[in-house]
């Protein structure tokens, strides 16, 4: 039985909570958060929640799964003995404190309002000592069957990689949807072909399953959807995807 | 039954050559392709391929399913008595030939090389007349149990809306795959991230799901990754999508 505290109850501490509270070999023991819980959300975790970081209990693992910005100021605050601590973050480096540091980087978007499936969700692991590594790497398996040792670089360049799939892909969808909105399309239409442009790269690099105006250098195409685009930033984002496809595809060739 | 001829076997063209033989209400009664095609294809489409289009059959409906730029010149070169003639495209407007004229475009991203479902591509009806657009809808119900009439000015704003979350989309995943290469990270770990970010938005819109360095307005990070990326073409993007997701949730408050 692996004893977890959690510190930080935003998107990614709660999904963490959720996912500790269904694994038969992991206790979360509890939940620090800045701020009081609503009783709805108190209900929902059953597990004790405090507001002062004096009042952690003796645990295997303290997991920080705050923003980044406040790492920092929780390990000053810490009065506790030598023991490990993680944090959950996809940029910040692996943290110098006096315990046993490691990382615990969960590679996926999380909204509270999204139910997840955890099991296939990446967990990036990183630790100073292997016996840490272990322990963070159980924590994992218990949730999850996607365990990845990954160093600091690497999960930097991943946190980057995720902007671009998943926050700028989201944008796009924001767009589409706008697009949708301003002539009375319902953007329902849209959901098949968002899905199956997802699953495709799953068996088809992105490389080659690139389709579209931009790779077929359609100019009139282009020209005339440039055209309809009202929104100067959209118009911008246009041109831009549009010559970077151009351009990536003839280095390509 | 519905009889068909098809003129055009590209993406799309093979698709739904591939749709109509499974379906029992429609007979494809032959294929028109420029240049001839390959002995596998012709074996596995079953259907008579012709090379000359003075050729083409009687038929219920002819499905001009070829670029863009080809279907004006394929029109006039037609020598049919008056039929059903639509196009699949989603940017041209409902053609004025000699005869009745509509639209077949099915919203979806088609590669030879990836089997797809037909049953939920939306198919976007349009026709000059009432009967031809009976026709169209029972050709696409036959494949399809997703058909919506859109005229033509919404079509060509759903096909913008396309190729923002569809085409633009794959381009940023296959950044995504280009930085995870560079730095020998399996570009699998971000699928279930990718399927998550696009599952996410049937439940909840895409203004709401927006997460990320640029809605928190975390400047720390997003000054990190811009550092991170050598590609200046890949750089300019990031720059262009966080200012623009900025913007967006910023109009929205």
């Not at 272990?134 to 398996?141: G, H, N, P, R, W």
């Amino acid at each position: 039985m692996i004893h977890v505290v959690l510190i930080g109850l935003g998107n990614v501490g709660y999904h963490l909570a959720k996912a500790f509270l269904q694994a038969p070999s992991v206790q979360l023991l509890q939940v620090y958060n800045r701020s009081k819980v609503s009783p709805t959300l108190q209900e929902e975790l059953k597990t004790e929640i405090v507001n002062d970081l004096r009042q952690l209990k003796a645990a295997d693992v303290y997991l920080i799964a705050t923003k980044d910005d406040a790492v920092e100021s929780i390990i000053h605050q810490l009065t506790l003995p030598k023991t490990r601590i993680a944090h959950t973050s996809g940029s910040l480096p692996l943290l110098e404190t006096k315990h046993y540091d490691g990382v615990f980087y969960p590679l996926q978007t999380f909204s509270k309002s999204k139910p997840l499936t955890y099991d296939t969700i990446p967990f990036c692991i990183e630790a100073e000592d292997a016996e840490t590594y272990a322990i963070l790497a159980s924590l994992a398996k218990a949730i999850s069957s996607k365990v990845y040792p990954i160093t600091t670089a690497q999960r930097q360049e991943l946190h980057v990689s995720a902007v671009f799939v998943c926050n700028f892909v989201n944008h796009l969808y924001t767009i589409g949807e706008e697009i949708c909105q301003q002539h009375a399309i319902p953007f329902e239409i849209l959901h098949s072909l968002i899905e199956e442009t997802a699953s495709k790269i799953k068996t088809l690099s992105p490389l080659k399953a690139q389709t579209g105006p931009a790779i077929r250098k359609d100019l009139k195409t282009i020209e005339r959807h440039i055209g309809q685009l009202s929104n100067e930033s959209f118009k911008t984002i246009y041109q831009q995807m549009t010559h970077s496809i151009i351009k990536k595809h003839e280095n390509e060739l």
